[in-house]
């Protein structure tokens, strides 16, 4: 039995780490929940730099839903929503002076940031060696 409990949460660490998406790489995108790493004090202070946020895709997003999407440049960008209209969302960083000038359609959000986390940024950075205790502890 601890043989499948070390084996599913090796499985689910190295899920985490092959979806966790940075500015240009996009990785499973298919899946309704995806992981990223804040490269930017534009949200602070709610989200702080290398921070990771996990994001839920939805149908729909409302205002004050901080969200992630993809710009027409292939960047990412987390923001939050702070008008709904017809063609799409205006966004803006809680640390912005000023609104993004781009409308962000809903093709373009990767989803709701639903949980954001320092100790999530700290696995990441550090993931290599998590996967050698991890799998030395499995061995053990």
């Given at each position: 039995?601890?043989?499948?409990?070390?084996?599913?949460i090796?499985?689910?660490l190295?899920?985490f780490?092959?979806s966790?998406k940075?500015e240009?790489?996009?990785?499973?995108?298919?899946?309704p929940i995806?992981f990223?790493?804040?490269?930017?004090?534009?949200?602070?202070?709610?989200?702080q730099?290398?921070?990771?946020?996990?994001l839920?895709r939805?149908?729909?997003?409302?205002?004050?839903d901080i969200i992630?999407?993809q710009t027409k440049?292939?960047y990412y960008?987390t923001?939050?929503?702070?008008?709904?209209?017809?063609e799409g969302?205006?966004?803006?960083g809680?640390?912005?002076?000023?609104?993004?000038?781009?409308?962000?359609?809903i093709?373009q959000?990767?989803?709701?940031?639903i949980f954001?986390?320092?100790?999530l940024?700290?696995?990441?950075t550090?993931?290599?060696?998590?996967?050698?205790?991890l799998?030395?502890?499995w061995l053990?």
């Amino acid at each position: 039995m601890k043989i499948v409990q070390n084996i599913l949460i090796i499985l689910c660490l190295f899920l985490f780490f092959i979806s966790l998406k940075k500015e240009k790489s996009p990785l499973v995108s298919s899946f309704p929940i995806s992981f990223f790493q804040i490269q930017s004090g534009s949200m602070m202070p709610e989200i702080q730099e290398k921070e990771v946020v996990i994001l839920w895709r939805k149908k729909q997003y409302e205002e004050n839903d901080i969200i992630t999407y993809q710009t027409k440049t292939n960047y990412y960008i987390t923001h939050r929503i702070i008008k709904k209209e017809q063609e799409g969302y205006l966004t803006k960083g809680d640390f912005n002076s000023i609104q993004d000038q781009e409308v962000v359609t809903i093709e373009q959000i990767q989803g709701k940031v639903i949980f954001h986390s320092k100790l999530l940024a700290l696995i990441y950075t550090y993931r290599f060696y998590w996967l050698v205790i991890l799998l030395c502890l499995w061995l053990i």
